[in-house]
């Protein structure tokens, strides 16, 4: 690649800011639109549609988003400002839904015809862009940047059709990614309905019955240089991989993982996350004491033990039995979980627990796929976008 020639982002794009909602018409409970937040943009790079926040009403016709629009974070609430000046191209959505454009979301429109979307997305992912929109975001709890802020960037502009190779290089990686995801999706809606079909008239037992609770802990802090997989909310949340850290950053006790185990939160439970594992034998595996570390004799009996916790007498109870004031950190107590009904799965028929276990490793490798994926776009981003790697690159293969 050539240099391009020097511009600032404001040469290229505008950035309008949305609509300023109020409190109280937000809820968690499904309407047709939805607000886009920096939870909907993954860490990685791209839009996700999970824990959504709903506007109560009509919205203004202008902050209507489509499918295809480019925006970007203007607000990030976490406290490593994880996704700040974040692009991403809203999906197409599931029917009856749409997306709002809000005071903290910035809506990139393209003003030059030298500018290919795609390949705008992927350039405000670059370190050089990052460093500089969290160099000059303000806030200490909040942080925030604004329109004038991220306008102000400098980057090399290469030819268009350099442009739309870097994009559809990357694209094909972010589209398996997407594919693996779907796939997952519909892996997960099966199971939930095998065990509400299978469940039905089974004898039930309390959860602790067919299932044993790992209490065993570890302290981080003592285990020098090692590496661990650490298996917390977050990184279910990013894609249920568990995040491969120094042990010496893990500030507080985490629990001992099995190889084989079924975690289940028990913070905020009405999101239910539940989260096969298999831990490799390259590093310790350590899970958020926020999690239930279940495990049980056999992968068929543990593969009983997801049927079990995804049951939707459950999954209904579960919420109901936590303790706390606050909506962002109420928590069941592992007794008072162990403690609900569940159907014995134990007792279902031989196939039925084959095939689901079939199922939740599959769903595992390919979430195991999708990471070695991320993790080999990630890597080619900066080497494409700055030209140090030609393209097509050779043994890339999706």
Not at 36 to 59: A, D, H, Q
Not at 115 to 138: G, H, I, K, N, T
Not at 225 to 232: E, G, T
Request: glycine content about 6%.
């Amino acid at each position: 690649m050539t240099p391009g020639r020097r511009v600032s982002l404001g040469d290229i794009i505008k950035i309008k800011h949305g609509f300023a909602f109020k409190g109280e018409d937000i809820t968690t409970e499904r309407q047709p639109h939805f607000l886009v937040t920096p939870g909907n943009f993954s860490i990685g790079g791209g839009f996700k549609l999970n824990r959504l926040k709903y506007f109560k009403g009509i919205p203004p016709e202008e902050y209507v988003l489509r499918p295809g629009d480019l925006v970007v974070t203007m607000t990030d609430l976490s406290k490593n400002m994880d996704t700040l000046g974040y692009a991403a191209t809203v999906p197409s959505l599931p029917p009856g839904l749409t997306a709002l454009h809000n005071q903290r979301i910035g809506l990139i429109s393209i003003t030059s015809p030298d500018v290919d979307q795609s390949w705008l997305e992927y350039r405000m992912r670059a370190s050089d862009y990052r460093a500089e929109v969290l160099a000059s975001s303000s806030g200490s709890t909040v942080h925030h940047t604004s329109p004038g802020r991220i306008l102000e960037f400098q980057l090399d502009l290469p030819s268009l059709e350099y442009q739309r190779e870097v994009a559809s290089t990357l694209s094909a990686l972010d589209d398996k990614i997407e594919s693996n995801r779907r796939a997952n999706a519909l892996i997960s809606d099966l199971l939930d309905a095998k065990s509400e079909k299978f469940g039905a008239g089974l004898p039930t037992v309390p959860l602790r019955i067919i299932a044993k609770s790992i209490k065993e802990t570890a302290n981080p802090s003592k285990l020098g240089d090692a590496v661990v997989d650490h298996f917390s909310l977050p990184a279910f949340d990013s894609g249920a991989r568990p995040e491969r850290a120094a042990a010496a950053r893990i500030m507080s006790n985490k629990l001992r993982v099995p190889q084989h185990a079924v975690l289940l939160s028990r913070l905020n439970p009405r999101f239910n996350r539940t989260w096969w594992v298999t831990a490799g034998t390259e590093a310790m595996a350590l899970a958020s004491t926020e999690f239930l570390v279940l495990t049980a004799e056999d992968g068929l009996e543990l593969a009983a033990v997801w049927l079990a916790v995804r049951d939707p007498f459950f999954r209904e109870e579960l919420p109901k039995r936590v303790t706390g004031t606050s909506g962002s950190h109420q928590r069941v107590r592992p007794d008072d979980a162990l403690a609900i009904e569940v159907p014995d799965f134990r007792s279902a028929a031989l196939e039925v627990k084959q095939s689901t276990l079939a199922l939740l490793m599959r769903a595992e490798s390919l979430r195991i796929e999708s990471d070695r994926v991320t993790t080999l776009r990630d890597s080619l981003l900066p080497e494409l976008l700055f030209g140090r790697r030609r393209i097509p690159v050779e043994g890339v293969a999706v």
